[in-house]
């Protein structure tokens, strides 16, 4: 038989030489498509969308833009070219050759490393199956479907993986990707944030800037493993999340300018006059701001966790930049600062830096979001509206840690559970401000036309002109 | 006079999003960031574009012709690409200089002390009519040398016929050369820019065209060998061939109007050509007898590497008073424009008290300070501050300084 494998999955890891692996993959392949047709976007399948592809890994290939239908879209598996004479960059097999075979020891806790990251792929996909129906733009609409394939790529990227380095019991759980379902209470995603809803775009763009920042920064940790694959893997996904992020950050950023704009227009910040008008208010943002900002924290894990220990001191998950800070790497005697509740009071404590890692994580997130967050306020500073969005304390609303039985309020004060809850309708979303948002998402797909409640992009994807036709339905 | 753009490769703060793809893909490490802006080192960049598919916003994508390129602290503080600084891509017939032009001619004329308006009688001037994207097409109609044959120095006299296009140009203002093909990194050659050695109604008078005085560059400032790559395109340029244009530019080094102004020039080089422009522009209207006359300080090395020094050796003395100075020449003692203005210090002093006196200064950088330090030793002498003097003059449109 006679097929041709490496056409039918595009790679770079030459497939073709590994007939077991292949055919593997050969199994998988159509029961993912069968995913996509059951879970992915809703009604997309004959759509022929504007889409980036990766044919191949160097930067000038990778970009390549053009109309495709997705379930023609050639997901494939895409690792960044081995870097020569490569050697563990920490842990306590520093300075030796990085491995190319998963270490017997390490077997189970990198195949769920690898299994975490994996499942909130599809996850995602699955939560933003609906948005299609609501879009405020083909622009939009566009990027919405390239996050998706990429989300999709990226689980084929962890699957391959699992495949070929995890024999059976990765097959096994590769399969399992694809019977999880967001959501669902019986089968669920693995992590709580990828089992939320994301029914509209203002979630969905929250959810893009603040949950998929947390997959930049675990694909960064992940992507300094002295399991090369595994880095060499995590490193090309990083170019995809990039556009998500991209995806988040520019749609909060247009609806700001369009919710200023009309604040100036009309000469109020009165939140009722605002969504009378048809725009998102500024407290709403907040509020869908502090949901996904501390849900997304709890995806980090607690704040003292032997199991981040074993990845670093293992070698198997390093700290972000972790070649790029100036220390021994290893991280014996060292200590981080971690704030905690302690009688009714925030304080910091010392401890040990291994034990740390996952906040030490979180924190360098903090930082990045904060910055997200200072352009956000640019744009209203530039729109001349008075008001500034804000990043809740990291104790606010937790699930997960030492947090997760304490009431802190976003500006970081320590409260009892009664006022905490008294005041959470300030804080979070209510109903009636999902029902607003949700009464805003008409549909618009007219080339060049855009929801009432966003600005324009500033530029096109691929530097097409703005009324651009991104979807081209069947 | 001749100057160049850069082309410079910068990442817009407003649409970057910090995912640090760029500085992932960037080889030769031009790209860095802090907490702030990731941006492109200008001296590192190598131009291989590696940087741009990767990037999801288009933030990468963002290039300005530049006088002088930003430095990386510059471009660390900025909230946003300097708002003026949009492309001149728009298409429209946009009048207004573009930014990048506007950063050289800041540059040719940043010792004058800020920016000059042009004199109260200057005409109006167009600016910015054509730019790259839509550049106007001249043809050669001549190109002669204006140095002796065998000097060292191949300065040339070359005559464009713009056809049926409209360019309109005053005395003093410039056009930009377009260099057709890419240089050693793949990138389109930087925008020069030349003074119009013509007057405003052409060399050939009412025939629609204009003449630049270009010298064939073969050392850089430094004085190592390097091939000018316009000058050379334009001193090997033959009749009949095409010439890509921009401009015109500069709404501040224009000439007064006003039959009575004093012009008071000093050039070395090419930076004659503004004043070959004014000055011819007077002797086409000598048979008016509107008066006002012209002194002219003129640097050269040696006289044959002086342009225009024959036709400036037969101009009526009522109409210009001119003072050469030679600094290689083998007959003469070295001399250098400063000298002369100081042997003719009393005129020069006299001049400057004078409020229909305009001052124009053209050539190379390292000639300014000289020229203005005895500026003011002259006035010093005659009882006055050169430095307050020299204020007003320039807030009045009657101090204008270009050199490079």
Redesign the interface.
């Given at each position: 038989m006679s097929i041709d494998y490496a056409s039918k999955i595009p790679n770079n890891v030459d497939l073709g030489s590994n007939k077991t692996l292949q055919r593997a993959l050969e199994h998988w392949q159509p029961r993912y498509l069968d995913w996509w047709r059951e879970m992915g976007p809703e009604g997309s399948l004959a759509h022929e969308v504007y889409l980036r592809t990766a044919i191949s890994v160097d930067p000038k290939g990778w970009a390549h833009f053009d109309y495709v239908k997705m379930p023609d879209y050639r997901w494939g598996i895409f690792l960044t070219p081995p870097e020569e004479g490569r050697t563990h960059a920490f842990g306590t097999h520093k300075g030796q050759p990085v491995w190319n075979e998963v270490p017997g020891e390490y077997r189970t806790h990198l195949r769920r490393v690898i299994v975490t990251q994996g499942d909130t792929e599809p996850a995602s996909v699955e939560q933003q199956r609906q948005l299609g129906a609501i879009c405020p733009s083909l622009y939009d609409l566009r990027n919405l479907y390239q996050v998706n394939v990429e989300e999709g790529r990226h689980l084929w990227a962890m699957v391959y993986l699992l495949h070929a380095y995890f024999g059976r019991d990765g097959r096994e759980e590769a399969d399992e990707m694809l019977q999880r379902r967001s959501g669902d209470a019986d089968k669920p995603r693995i992590l709580g944030a990828f089992n939320e809803k994301t029914p509209d775009w203002l979630s969905f763009f929250m959810f893009t800037f603040l949950t998929d920042r947390d997959g930049k920064y675990q694909l960064a940790a992940l992507a300094e493993s002295g399991f090369d694959p595994l880095a060499r893997s995590t490193r090309f996904m990083l170019t995809e999340e990039a556009h998500h992020l991209f995806v988040g950050e520019s749609g909060i950023g247009r609806i700001l300018q369009r919710t200023a704009e009309v604040m100036k227009e009309l000469r109020t910040d009165d939140p009722a006059a605002l969504r009378a008008a048809g725009v998102i208010d500024l407290p709403t943002i907040q509020r869908y701001l502090n949901f996904h900002f501390s849900v997304t924290l709890d995806l980090y894990g607690s704040e003292v966790s032997s199991n981040a220990s074993i990845f670093y001191t293992s070698g198997l998950k390093g700290r972000f930049d972790e070649t790029k800070i100036a220390d021994d790497h290893v991280l014996t005697g060292s200590h981080y600062d971690l704030s905690v509740v302690e009688g009714g009071k925030l304080v910091t404590q010392s401890e040990n830096a291994l034990l740390t890692l996952n906040e030490r994580l979180r924190d360098d997130y903090i930082v990045d979001c904060q910055a997200g967050v200072d352009r956000w306020n640019r744009i209203l500073e530039k729109g001349g509206a008075a008001q500034r969005l804000r990043l809740p304390h990291k104790g606010f609303h937790r699930k997960i840690g030492s947090f997760a039985k304490t009431f802190v309020s976003p500006e970081g004060e320590v409260l009892t559970e009664k006022t905490w809850n008294e005041r959470a309708s300030a804080w979070l979303p209510s109903d009636a401000d999902h029902a607003f948002v949700q009464s805003l998402m008409g549909r618009v797909a007219e080339p060049g036309k855009y929801a009432h409640w966003i600005a324009p992009p500033s530029r096109g994807i691929d530097q097409k002109p703005e009324s651009f036709e991104y979807v081209r339905f069947a | 006079m001749a100057t160049t753009l850069l082309r410079q490769h910068l990442i817009d703060p407003?649409?970057c999003?910090?995912?640090?793809?760029c500085e992932?893909?960037c080889k030769p490490k031009a790209i860095t960031h802090d907490?702030?802006n990731y941006v492109v080192d200008f001296a590192k960049c190598n131009g291989c574009?590696?940087?741009?598919?990767?990037?999801?916003?288009?933030a990468i994508?963002t290039w300005r012709e530049v006088g002088e390129a930003y430095s990386v602290e510059a471009q660390l503080a900025w909230?946003a690409v300097p708002a003026n600084a949009a492309p001149a891509a728009t298409g429209a017939h946009e009048t207004g200089i573009p930014d990048d032009v506007a950063r050289l001619e800041e540059e040719a004329s940043r010792s004058q002390g800020g920016r000059a308006p042009p004199p109260w009688s200057a005409a109006h001037p167009y600016v910015g009519l054509y730019a790259r994207e839509r550049p106007a097409i001249a043809t050669v109609v001549g190109n002669h040398r204006l140095t002796v044959e065998g000097s060292e120095t191949d300065i040339r006299h070359i005559v464009l016929d713009l056809g049926k296009c409209a360019f309109p140009v005053l005395e003093g203002q410039s056009v930009g050369v377009l260099v057709p093909g890419v240089d050693a990194l793949g990138r389109p050659h930087h925008v020069r820019l030349y003074s119009v050695a013509s007057p405003r109604n052409g060399e050939r008078p009412n025939h629609n065209n204009l003449a630049l005085t270009v010298k064939r560059v073969t050392a850089d400032l430094q004085g190592n060998p390097v091939k000018g790559v316009a000058s050379n395109y334009l001193c090997d340029a033959k009749r009949g061939d095409r010439i890509e244009l921009t401009g015109p530019y500069g709404d501040s080094f224009l000439m007064p109007n006003h039959p009575g102004a004093k012009l008071l020039m000093v050039c070395t080089g090419t930076g004659s050509a503004p004043m070959r422009a004014m000055t011819e522009r007077r002797r086409r209207r000598m048979g008016l007898h509107e008066g006002g006359r012209i002194l002219l300080f003129f640097g050269a090395r040696r006289p044959d590497e002086l342009p225009y020094f024959g036709p400036l050796s037969r101009l009526p003395a009522d109409l210009i008073d001119v003072e050469l100075a030679f600094s290689r020449s083998p007959d003469t003692p070295k001399e250098y424009v400063q000298d002369r203005l100081r042997a003719r210090g009393e005129d020069v002093a006299a001049w400057l008290a004078e409020d229909d006196t305009y001052v124009y200064i053209c050539g190379h950088k390292r000639m300014e300070a000289g020229v203005l330090e005895a500026m003011a030793d002259v006035c010093a002498a005659r009882g006055f501050d050169w430095s307050v003097r020299r204020e007003e003059m320039r807030r009045a449109g009657r101090l204008h300084i270009e050199t490079y």
């Amino acid at each position: 038989m006679s097929i041709d494998y490496a056409s039918k999955i595009p790679n770079n890891v030459d497939l073709g030489s590994n007939k077991t692996l292949q055919r593997a993959l050969e199994h998988w392949q159509p029961r993912y498509l069968d995913w996509w047709r059951e879970m992915g976007p809703e009604g997309s399948l004959a759509h022929e969308v504007y889409l980036r592809t990766a044919i191949s890994v160097d930067p000038k290939g990778w970009a390549h833009f053009d109309y495709v239908k997705m379930p023609d879209y050639r997901w494939g598996i895409f690792l960044t070219p081995p870097e020569e004479g490569r050697t563990h960059a920490f842990g306590t097999h520093k300075g030796q050759p990085v491995w190319n075979e998963v270490p017997g020891e390490y077997r189970t806790h990198l195949r769920r490393v690898i299994v975490t990251q994996g499942d909130t792929e599809p996850a995602s996909v699955e939560q933003q199956r609906q948005l299609g129906a609501i879009c405020p733009s083909l622009y939009d609409l566009r990027n919405l479907y390239q996050v998706n394939v990429e989300e999709g790529r990226h689980l084929w990227a962890m699957v391959y993986l699992l495949h070929a380095y995890f024999g059976r019991d990765g097959r096994e759980e590769a399969d399992e990707m694809l019977q999880r379902r967001s959501g669902d209470a019986d089968k669920p995603r693995i992590l709580g944030a990828f089992n939320e809803k994301t029914p509209d775009w203002l979630s969905f763009f929250m959810f893009t800037f603040l949950t998929d920042r947390d997959g930049k920064y675990q694909l960064a940790a992940l992507a300094e493993s002295g399991f090369d694959p595994l880095a060499r893997s995590t490193r090309f996904m990083l170019t995809e999340e990039a556009h998500h992020l991209f995806v988040g950050e520019s749609g909060i950023g247009r609806i700001l300018q369009r919710t200023a704009e009309v604040m100036k227009e009309l000469r109020t910040d009165d939140p009722a006059a605002l969504r009378a008008a048809g725009v998102i208010d500024l407290p709403t943002i907040q509020r869908y701001l502090n949901f996904h900002f501390s849900v997304t924290l709890d995806l980090y894990g607690s704040e003292v966790s032997s199991n981040a220990s074993i990845f670093y001191t293992s070698g198997l998950k390093g700290r972000f930049d972790e070649t790029k800070i100036a220390d021994d790497h290893v991280l014996t005697g060292s200590h981080y600062d971690l704030s905690v509740v302690e009688g009714g009071k925030l304080v910091t404590q010392s401890e040990n830096a291994l034990l740390t890692l996952n906040e030490r994580l979180r924190d360098d997130y903090i930082v990045d979001c904060q910055a997200g967050v200072d352009r956000w306020n640019r744009i209203l500073e530039k729109g001349g509206a008075a008001q500034r969005l804000r990043l809740p304390h990291k104790g606010f609303h937790r699930k997960i840690g030492s947090f997760a039985k304490t009431f802190v309020s976003p500006e970081g004060e320590v409260l009892t559970e009664k006022t905490w809850n008294e005041r959470a309708s300030a804080w979070l979303p209510s109903d009636a401000d999902h029902a607003f948002v949700q009464s805003l998402m008409g549909r618009v797909a007219e080339p060049g036309k855009y929801a009432h409640w966003i600005a324009p992009p500033s530029r096109g994807i691929d530097q097409k002109p703005e009324s651009f036709e991104y979807v081209r339905f069947a | 006079m001749a100057t160049t753009l850069l082309r410079q490769h910068l990442i817009d703060p407003e649409v970057c999003i910090r995912c640090n793809t760029c500085e992932e893909a960037c080889k030769p490490k031009a790209i860095t960031h802090d907490r702030r802006n990731y941006v492109v080192d200008f001296a590192k960049c190598n131009g291989c574009g590696d940087c741009l598919p990767p990037c999801p916003t288009g933030a990468i994508d963002t290039w300005r012709e530049v006088g002088e390129a930003y430095s990386v602290e510059a471009q660390l503080a900025w909230d946003a690409v300097p708002a003026n600084a949009a492309p001149a891509a728009t298409g429209a017939h946009e009048t207004g200089i573009p930014d990048d032009v506007a950063r050289l001619e800041e540059e040719a004329s940043r010792s004058q002390g800020g920016r000059a308006p042009p004199p109260w009688s200057a005409a109006h001037p167009y600016v910015g009519l054509y730019a790259r994207e839509r550049p106007a097409i001249a043809t050669v109609v001549g190109n002669h040398r204006l140095t002796v044959e065998g000097s060292e120095t191949d300065i040339r006299h070359i005559v464009l016929d713009l056809g049926k296009c409209a360019f309109p140009v005053l005395e003093g203002q410039s056009v930009g050369v377009l260099v057709p093909g890419v240089d050693a990194l793949g990138r389109p050659h930087h925008v020069r820019l030349y003074s119009v050695a013509s007057p405003r109604n052409g060399e050939r008078p009412n025939h629609n065209n204009l003449a630049l005085t270009v010298k064939r560059v073969t050392a850089d400032l430094q004085g190592n060998p390097v091939k000018g790559v316009a000058s050379n395109y334009l001193c090997d340029a033959k009749r009949g061939d095409r010439i890509e244009l921009t401009g015109p530019y500069g709404d501040s080094f224009l000439m007064p109007n006003h039959p009575g102004a004093k012009l008071l020039m000093v050039c070395t080089g090419t930076g004659s050509a503004p004043m070959r422009a004014m000055t011819e522009r007077r002797r086409r209207r000598m048979g008016l007898h509107e008066g006002g006359r012209i002194l002219l300080f003129f640097g050269a090395r040696r006289p044959d590497e002086l342009p225009y020094f024959g036709p400036l050796s037969r101009l009526p003395a009522d109409l210009i008073d001119v003072e050469l100075a030679f600094s290689r020449s083998p007959d003469t003692p070295k001399e250098y424009v400063q000298d002369r203005l100081r042997a003719r210090g009393e005129d020069v002093a006299a001049w400057l008290a004078e409020d229909d006196t305009y001052v124009y200064i053209c050539g190379h950088k390292r000639m300014e300070a000289g020229v203005l330090e005895a500026m003011a030793d002259v006035c010093a002498a005659r009882g006055f501050d050169w430095s307050v003097r020299r204020e007003e003059m320039r807030r009045a449109g009657r101090l204008h300084i270009e050199t490079y």
